[in-house]
């Protein structure tokens, strides 16, 4: 897949790919906590790239090979979660921002938008913060900031904040790990060779982990966005598991909520995952609201 040129903005260099035809309908992809571009994997790529989809995909600051925040203080999570946010060395604003970066570089007025967990929070920040660049969006296993829905159970937080490994067998070993215990293993069996492969190429690539720790403090320091995304008024499509560990279903219960017009998809037996067995469906309803918003925009 071609590399395409690097975007930049405010001080950040954000690498992005493309896939699929350039005449496509352009379809941006935004990864979650600690996730690399390589994270929407080539398999959903080409599946939306034959739909018509040209999907662009990016590693978000701090993570891959775009810019690290290493010089930044260090974090303190309770601090900030108490409302100090002094050792904050960025927030979902700012990753918000990056992604118009990315659309620019990309040459893209508007897109339709993806966001994946982390990437969902950013993804409603670009459609309340610059509506005229999002023609659909596209929020999946997200929620809305509010800290009364969508909280993860005690065993998911404990997977979300214990340090992972520098060791690359001991990295690829705990990802599995982490990934088993997150997963649904019902409707869409785990594949844990699949993760382990992922996990090696991610490490190899770009192996980052006090990037992630930077991108959750700017999680627990985001308010609320639901009154925000009231103003929404693009075609919006929400993507929930109903197994989901890390971000409860009631995150994404309230997203659609708070969206006017929102289809909710709730799945069965999906966890915090995107299986390839789940990536048929997830391209029909992307699809699907793609095409809302392009006949209401004709």
Known sequence: MPAMPRAHGNGVELEYETVGDPAGRPLLFVQGLGSQLISVEDGLCRELAARGFLVIRYDNRDVGLSTWFDHARPVNLAAIWGGDHRSLAYTLEDMADDAVAVLDAAGVASAHVAGISLGGMIAQLLATRYPDRVRSLASIMSTTGNREVGQPTGEAASVLVAPMPSDREGFIERAVANAKAISSGTAYPFDAEAVRQGAARGYDRAYHPRGTGRQFAAILAAGDRTEALRAVEVPT????????????????????????????????????????GFWPALADALIENADWADRAGD
């Open 237 to 276: 499509l929400v993507v929930h598991g109903e197994e989901d560990q890390i971000i409860g279903v009631s995150g994404g219960e309230a997203t659609a909520a708070a969206i006017g017009g929102a289809r909710l998809l709730r799945v069965g037996g999906l966890g915090h995952e995107l299986p390839p």
